[in-house]
């Protein structure tokens, strides 16, 4: 059965910066494309970023630009989000996720052989 499991969040003032980490298993992790999601309490989830097969390409959504980084290491199985001059905005709980694509994972619509993580939250104080 494969799993995401996130690790990193916690409570960090404005300005400040987390790291978030996903492991995985139980799927051959270099066939997916890799992913971070968020909801924030009483919104919509949202895209954050996603990393191509081989980290050849990375796309993030535009208020994280220049802020937020994804990275992946086949070898270990594991995705990371670093996160730096976080504003209050940024408050919510980040899900990790795996999928076919970057596309999919973008679409905020699992595919049938995709993964999401239980999440994480993340609290920024102002």
């Known amino acids: 059965q494969a799993q995401l499991v996130e690790s990193g969040g916690g409570l960090v003032q404005a300005g400040g910066s987390l790291r978030l980490s996903c492991a995985a298993s139980?799927?051959?992790?270099?066939?997916?494309?890799m992913g971070w999601i968020r909801q924030a309490p009483g919104k919509e989830r949202e895209f954050v970023a996603a990393?191509?097969?081989?980290?050849?390409?990375?796309y993030y959504t535009g208020s994280v630009k220049g802020r937020f980084t994804i990275a992946r290491d086949n070898a270990k199985n594991t995705v990371s989000l670093q996160m730096n001059s976080l504003k209050p905005e940024d408050t919510a709980v980040y899900y990790c996720?795996?999928?076919?694509?970057?596309?999919?994972?973008?679409?905020?619509?699992?595919?049938?052989?995709?993964?999401w993580g239980q999440g994480t939250q993340v609290t920024v104080s102002s």
């Open positions: 996720a795996a999928d076919t694509t970057t596309a999919q994972i973008m679409s905020l619509r699992k595919s049938p052989g995709g993964y």
């Open positions: 139980g799927l051959t992790f270099s066939r997916y494309a």
């Open positions: 990393i191509g097969l081989n980290a050849e390409y990375t």
